[in-house]
């Protein structure tokens, strides 16, 4: 099929081309003040960034698109372009839902937010945070409407969507619903296993060490860093482009075992980047799949293979030789699988972790009813960690209600991904397992390569050619299946 | 005045800052290239890059411009909102001479070439690099003649006017020939003069002591780091925006002399930028002046300053602290004010400096008139460098005529600007002098701000909101007098 014999669809790779050379510099910029900005370089950065954010939205509502993309649909494609099409069209219906007047006004509140949060976080100053949360609130609200109006679903469905395309309130609440009904007392049953284990203590190692450390795991992950670097920021992510993943983590002088394990996860959210297909860079369908999938690609590098006695075995020799560290394996398995009820989201063990989400899956929904106002979000929150990990967090904003970077930036509906993708990646080490064997095993027997390769052919390669639940039966042979998370946990932990 | 009173205006006010902000992502993207930026995400950087300079292009040069400019032009409008019309329509026709085929052209045989240029000059290949350059200059050629005749000047004044509006070939043959009446007898004057200097060893100082050392030269010297960073890349320069300035440096670990000195340079340049009048952010009036002013900022920085006896004796407790340094003031002097002809511009001394901008003066003449062909700029090279500074280049194109990447990008006319700088620093120093008293005086009894204070008053503070020679004659009582430089150098060298 080449260009001639559908010249529309040629028209639209170029545009969406186009769109992806201004997403670069988007994913630049953001990745910059996040890493390297001065604080005085934010208010010149927010009104690039938010100019920026309005060429975008433009060109991805052109007004030839969408007669444009019904042309292309009438003339020959491939399989593939025909996935990359159905892509463009999502895109297009999303970036064309909401007025672009309310894409800039979010876009600067959300820096304006978001600016301000990083101080206001460490002052615990929620009467500071408050108003610009609920100004942005208000917007992202707005934007839900407007979305929900147009795919005629629910506002907060049509939030969802935008992470996980296709995923609904009503299919999460059975999903989380099930998952309500037996975390809590699993917790409790690790818990009493767990409370005869002995403590030690984790030697402390300066940042620069830590730093080498990562770059040895990165480079065990196999990580390339002719397409990618490490640097430090206070939340940390994964950005950048596919071609030049820019990945961050912070480091704690008293424990690296943390920032450590923040690597690991990252580097999994890269790989998938830097596994994307070649052929299709710069196309809607050489994109990821979803939000979950790409949290999926994380948690199976951090929580499949990461805490796995096989992985630790293999990064002890660096743990000695880079920190000095004297940490026995068993030790070593402890403090990544140890289970402790805590405050901190980002900081959770793999079991506690769906708690977090459970709170602000319920918030969030709460939030875009109307049911919660903003002013009464600590409250709720403090509730809510006390019926579902006994902790309560009344005054403690900082490690309550602020602690993410989601709602600061008004970012709702993204939280759930980070439970499916723990549950989507238990699903793919279950397949996997059935085609390779014992993944432990493997990573024992030198072959972590062939766990890599399996991912890169069944996930990073497809992009996003294929549906979610069509990716998911290909590699799996079953759509999302909650229950290979829920033996995963067991089969760990009890 | 206000908006309504000049519609027309306003919407260029408007258009323009959409234009800065993109400007603000291209610095970022340039600056990013050059310190962070792995090999592997170069390809999609360029192409990314590319599409930036087209928007930037056709906002500049977009079809509504001429008309509006006319019709603002006609309603009222304060003086300095008439400094700003004079600098868009600056803007707009410099930006519209030009067709875009031939930019396109140019930037593609100027990618070309430089990408070489790296490879070839390290090869000492003249032979490689001939019809590159023959390319490129028959292509700046081009752009010379169109620019002329929309301008009705010569040719090489047209590209002079690029970066020092007004400047002319005539005005300049009268600067230099001048120069070159006294300036190879002072040097030798010099050398015999210093001959009987002692020798001495520069202690080695490790990257990171040496950019410990750097962030306190630049406190020093007041850099607001809210709004700027110090990093490394392996040509120093300075980027960013105003807002948020990023300068760069290398470290010799042999030779920490050079880089620190480089670093006081910049950072004349990212006083410039920071002290550039706020209420103008984003408006072409807001810019810096000229390239010659940059340069006379970064050089006041570095040679009225920063060589100077006052300053030296201010960093040497940082050195002897910071690097471990026993160097004595004398030493230190004697290496920063050591005045030696060699073949390299960008490691000259003060006094051979404009040695090699005269010989680039002379070779971008005749090469933009045809008097001078690409394949003989060796030999004139060789010719001239004997002549001026006692060096014969037979041979040797890698420290001759290929040892600048302006020419292999196909920039001509930039070069005068350094010595223009040099007289225009000189020339600030004197009028300052004359109502602030001794400057060496100033900085020895701690009031170096009072120096920095008179800059920005007079000159960073600016903007483009006077012409140059307003600009030289509110500052200095006089415009461009290069007998200040000259009486520099026989002050500070004889």
Known sequence: MNAKSNPHYQTLVNHFQSISHFEHLSALGDW??????????????????????KH????????MLAQTISEADELPLTEQQKANLTEMRYQYLQANVVPSELVVAKTKAAYHCEHAWREQRSNNDWQGFKPNLENLMSLAKEEANIRAEAQNVSPYD?????FEPGMTTASLEQIFGNLKSWLPQLIQQVQDKQKSEASFTIP??????????????????????????????????????????????????????????????????????????????????????????????????????????????????????????????????????????????????????????LLRFEAEKALVSGELAVADLPEFWSSQMQSLLGINTDGDYKNGCMQDIHWAVGELGYFPSYTLGAMYAAQFRNAMECELGCMESLINSGKLSSVMGWLNDKIWSQGSLLSIDELMRQSTGETLNPEHFKKHLIGRYL
Chains 1, 2 share one sequence.
């Open 56 to 63: 975008i939205h433009s060109l991805k509502t052109a007004p």
């Open 158 to 162: 049509a939030l969802l969507d935008k």
């Open 32 to 53: 910059d003040q996040a890493t390297m900005m001065p604080m005085g370089g934010g208010e010149a950065r927010g009104a690039a960034m938010a100019e920026l954010a």
């Open 204 to 357: 402390t190692a300066s940042a620069e060490s830590q730093a080498r450390l990562g770059r040895e795991i990165m480079n065990i992950l196999d990580f390339d860093f002719n397409h990618g670097r490490l640097d430090i920021s206070s939340h940390p992510f994964c950005g950048g482009v596919a071609s030049d993943v820019r990945l961050t983590t912070r480091y704690d002088e008293g424990d690296f075992t943390s920032g450590l394990m923040g690597i690991v996860h990252e580097t999994g959210h890269a790989k998938y980047e830097q596994g994307l297909p070649l052929a299709w860079r710069g196309q809607p369908a050489g994109l990821a799949r979803s939000m979950a999938l790409h949290e999926s690609q994380s948690l199976f590098c951090e929580m499949q293979v990461g805490r796995g006695p096989a992985f630790l075995k293999l990064i002890e020799p660096y743990l000695s030789s880079l920190l000095g560290s004297q940490l026995t394996h068993d030790q070593l398995t402890n403090i990544y699988t140890r289970v402790t009820p805590g405050l901190i989201r980002v900081d959770a063990d793999e079991v506690t972790y769906p708690c977090h989400i």
